[in-house]
């Protein structure tokens, strides 16, 4: 369906800078662009967006982290981890050499059998209004 009412408007002019406003800078220290959109005979701008990354994404600050003895039949635990953009809720992946094993989606993971000899890390996702970010843990050896 067309937009009619936006329909016979001339274009917008676009204008980008770099802001050096300390304000502009996310956690990471990534600088915020910020784009104007102007009429071509207009001074002011008349339409504004400030973008410049994935800045409302949930990002680690301090990585999750994964205690336990590493000997089979005991159970590892996965942290959270510290982040920004205030995490409503976490979800949990655990992996074997970097690979996903499945079904292994808690904050705890009892080590099996075929565990012994690899190395047993754990992605946690966080989600936050903006979106959803990952980061991953240190890795325990199994023996």
């Known amino acids: 369906m067309r937009n009619v009412l936006f329909e016979n408007l001339p274009p ?3 204008k980008s800078r770099f802001s050096e406003d ?20 207009g001074p002011l701008p008349v ?17 999750p982290l994964v205690t336990g003895t ?14 920004t953009n205030s ?3 976490y979800a949990y992946q655990w992996l074997r050499d970097g690979v996903a094993i499945v079904g292994a989606t ?8 075929a565990d012994s000899t690899h ?3 754990c992605t946690v996702t966080a989600t936050a209004a903006g979106g959803s970010g990952s980061a991953t843990s240190n890795a ?4």
């Open 70 to 83: 590493g000997a089979v039949g005991d159970t590892l635990s996965c942290s959270t981890g510290t982040w």
């Open 106 to 113: 808690a904050s705890t993971y009892l080590l099996a059998a």
């Open 22 to 41: 300390p304000d502009d800078y996310d956690d990471d220290d990534r600088l915020f662009r910020e784009i104007l959109f102007y009429e071509p005979e």
């Open 12 to 14: 917008l002019k676009r």
């Open 87 to 89: 995490p409503t809720s």
């Open 47 to 63: 339409r504004r967006h400030r973008g410049g990354g994935f800045s409302s994404l949930p990002h680690a600050t301090v990585l």
């Open 119 to 121: 190395a047993i890390s």
């Open 140 to 143: 325990i050896a199994v023996t």
